[in-house]
């Protein structure tokens, strides 16, 4: 397809969930706008449309960003997860898993927002990126080393998201058996063979 501009129009392509789309959109529409009005893909909520509650969030190149916030047209080409992409019924991602587990939703109107931010969260603290929560001892030595992340650290990096039913206890709870498993697999491959695991 040979891309199309129009003073108002232009032709772009957004791999999404590994599916590369092609789609003409007014250089007005937002990301969120063209995934749910062009690609059906409806998981990401518009919630205040002001990049303040967090309903729309998605991953931008691996990132997590406000999808209302961004303007379709200057991503052409970029890779885009919704939560459509984390898992589905057959196999969820683990944090959808937990958050099911640990009944973390009442409405579910910002669950996947939620659940969107969390896994981008999850990858920003294994990649060892320090909070407002991270203590100044642990900034000192930072090492590159996977964050550790307790109650204070999931709630800073997760105050982006709003949860106007109030389930924060069991979203917060739900990360941290996410987190801890993921804590454990990383011993685990860091273990001699044979080795125990610490608990």
Request: a negative charge; one cysteine or more.
């Amino acid at each position: 397809m040979i891309p199309q501009r129009t003073a108002t129009s232009s032709t772009l392509t957004l791999h999404v969930n590994d599916t590369a789309h092609a789609v003409t959109v007014d250089h007005r529409a937002t990301l969120l706008d063209v995934l749910r009005e062009h690609l059906d893909l409806t998981g990401s909520k518009k919630g205040c449309d002001h990049g303040q509650c967090g309903a729309c969030t998605v991953l931008l190149e691996g990132r997590r960003a406000n999808s209302c916030l961004l303007l379709a047209v200057a991503h052409d080409g970029a890779h885009v997860t919704t939560v459509e992409g984390l898992g589905d019924e057959e196999r969820p991602h683990p944090l959808q898993q937990a958050f099911h587990e640990r009944d973390a939703f009442q409405c579910g109107y910002c669950t996947p927002g939620q659940i969107v931010s969390g896994v981008g969260m999850l990858c920003e603290a294994a990649e060892g990126h320090p909070s407002h929560a991270t203590p100044a001892e642990a900034l000192g030595h930072s090492t590159g080393a996977p964050a550790r992340l307790n109650r204070d650290e999931i709630r800073e990096r997760m105050s982006g998201n709003i949860c106007r039913c109030g389930a924060y206890p069991h979203i917060v709870e739900a990360l941290e058996d996410v987190a801890e498993d993921g804590s454990q697999a990383q011993r685990a491959q860091r273990a001699p063979r044979g080795s125990e695991v610490p608990a």
